[in-house]
């Protein structure tokens, strides 16, 4: 009798459209799990609605513009309140720690300057004022030092995702950012993400044992 394969909850929430990578993940074979994940539009401030408690893992993507009226402010060339700005990442902070209490796992793909490639400004990108890479890098600081002790929060490092190149033409026509590879390429590393958590991840070591972990036949039996 074959087993009833386990279930796994995932949300994905996100201003960006990622439903490609959700089906993707839906479709996806594997001969312990069964994935059942959904796609939301939306962001983390409004994403205490739409989580349901028997979710086990939630994945956040979402643009910071839509979160913070300071980093608009930067967009517009105009100066920017840090304090007010730090506050408006400490409640999106507060608002994942209450997130918390109905998902066990939260990833984070970190804040990134994808949609502004040339940030606001050639010359004032990393000034503290005003430039648009700057305050990205420091909200994805304040939202690392917030968490650094948190079990099952996991930040993903947005730079590290491959091909991750915008794509004017599929985000105005559908809001969907990237090439539809780099969206299968994500909806893989969700996957594998997942399946790790649940013990899943292979490992393995090659070795030469030659002269490594023993020293080969002459070292055996001596060059005569």
């Known amino acids: 009798m074959i087993s009833p394969k386990e279930k796994i909850n995932i949300n994905i929430i996100s201003n960006y459209n990622l439903e490609i990578c959700s089906n993707l993940i839906g479709e996806s074979e594997n001969k312990n799990y069964h994935f059942n994940c959904k796609y939301f539009m939306g962001n983390i401030l409004s994403a205490i609605n739409q989580i349901k408690k028997e979710t086990s893992f939630t994945f956040f993507w979402n643009d910071i513009s839509e979160l913070s009226n300071e980093f608009n402010r930067a967009l517009r060339f105009e100066e920017v309140n840090l304090k007010k700005f730090d506050e408006e990442i400490n409640v999106i902070c507060l608002t994942l720690e209450k997130i918390k209490q109905y998902t066990p796992n939260i990833f984070l793909i970190s804040f990134s300057e994808i949609l502004y490639p040339r940030g606001n400004s050639l ?102």
């Open 123 to 224: 010359f004032q990108n990393f000034s503290p004022k005003m430039g648009t890479g700057y305050l990205i890098n420091r909200a994805n600081n304040l939202i690392a030092e917030y968490f650094f002790k948190n079990e099952n929060f996991y930040i993903i490092n947005s730079n590290s995702l491959s091909n991750l190149s915008f794509e004017k033409n599929s985000w105005y026509l559908a809001k969907i950012p990237f090439q539809i590879e780099t969206l299968k390429n994500i909806s893989i590393l969700i996957k594998n993400l997942v399946l790790s958590l649940k013990g899943e991840s292979k490992k393995l070591i090659i070795c030469d044992l030659d002269n490594t972990l023993w020293g080969g036949i002459i070292g055996d039996d001596g060059i005569n």
